[in-house]
């Protein structure tokens, strides 16, 4: 039996002195890339640098719109009306897809950052906004948003194509949510674990919750976020071992 997965990354985040990750080193080992739109992070040159790197290597370029929280890093809820909230993702959203267009690429998906991902994941008519927002643009421009969660449903309802993620370097709770960041255990910083995290993500279509339970999964896309520590060597290793595992990386 074969086996394929997208691996997507955030980046794009540095904004100005406040650097952010390793686009230069991290777009070579993946095949998407979530990049930052201005309002989480994301200076103009460092959003035009991303795009052009991706497209270099022929990585799918994706748009990672957040709630317009530069000072948290996009990692707070705001309480936006449906108005608010679909100006703020058309701004970000074009911004993206016009500079991208500009450097002789397209964009391929939007994922969105954050705070704005997490909520949008458990409340579906938070979510039908964004997917609303989406379909504006082009007709297959894709949903690229937490497996099982209210965006894939909001996608089907609005008859967007929609691609599954999971995390490499994130765990779970029970339900098949993402641990809150709050707690230390949330990110998962072991390369080994990481590793054999998405090995059974992509075999099995499961992973272990932070409980020790197993919760279903379907890994169309796995992300290593751009911010983890030592992010390079954990992409390394996740392609070492999709090698030797006979696992293909393609983009979606």
């Known amino acids: 039996m074969k086996y394929s997965v997208d691996l997507n990354c955030d980046i794009g985040e540095s904004y100005y ?17 979530n990049i930052a739109c201005g309002l989480h992070g994301g200076d ?8 052009e790197i991706a497209l270099l290597y022929k990585v799918n370029v994706g748009a990672h719109p957040s709630f317009p ?20 993702l058309r701004f970000q959203i074009g911004a993206l897809d016009g500079m991208t267009s500009n450097r002789g690429g397209k964009l391929k998906h939007v ?8 909520a949008a994941a458990k409340d579906f008519e938070l979510a039908k906004v964004i997917g609303e927002v989406i379909g504006e643009f082009h007709d297959d421009l894709c949903f690229l948003g937490m497996a ?8 089907a ?35 080994k674990l990481v590793v054999q995290r998405s090995l059974q993500m992509v075999f099995d279509n499961d992973v272990i919750s932070e409980h020790k339970n197993r919760v279903k999964i379907k890994p169309q ?29 393609q983009s979606f």
């Open 17 to 33: 002195n406040h650097l952010v990750g390793n686009d230069s080193e991290i777009i070579p080992h993946i095949s998407s890339c």
């Open 44 to 51: 103009p040159l460092t959003i035009q640098n991303a795009i």
């Open 69 to 88: 929280d530069l000072e948290n890093f996009g990692r707070k809820f705001m309480n936006l009306s449906s108005e608010e909230l679909k100006a703020c």
């Open 111 to 118: 994922k969105p950052h954050g705070a704005l991902y997490n």
């Open 148 to 155: 099982n969660s209210e965006m894939e449903k909001a996608a």
């Open 157 to 191: 309802v609005l008859k967007i194509p929609f691609i599954s993620e999971v995390f490499a370097d994130r765990n779970y709770t029970d339900t098949g949510q993402l641990v809150s960041r709050e707690f230390e255990h949330a990110v998962i910083k072991d390369e």
């Open 221 to 249: 896309s796995i992300c290593m976020h751009g911010d983890t520590q030592n992010s390079v060597g954990l992409l390394k290793a996740l392609r070492l071992s999709f090698a030797e595992n006979s696992i293909h990386v």
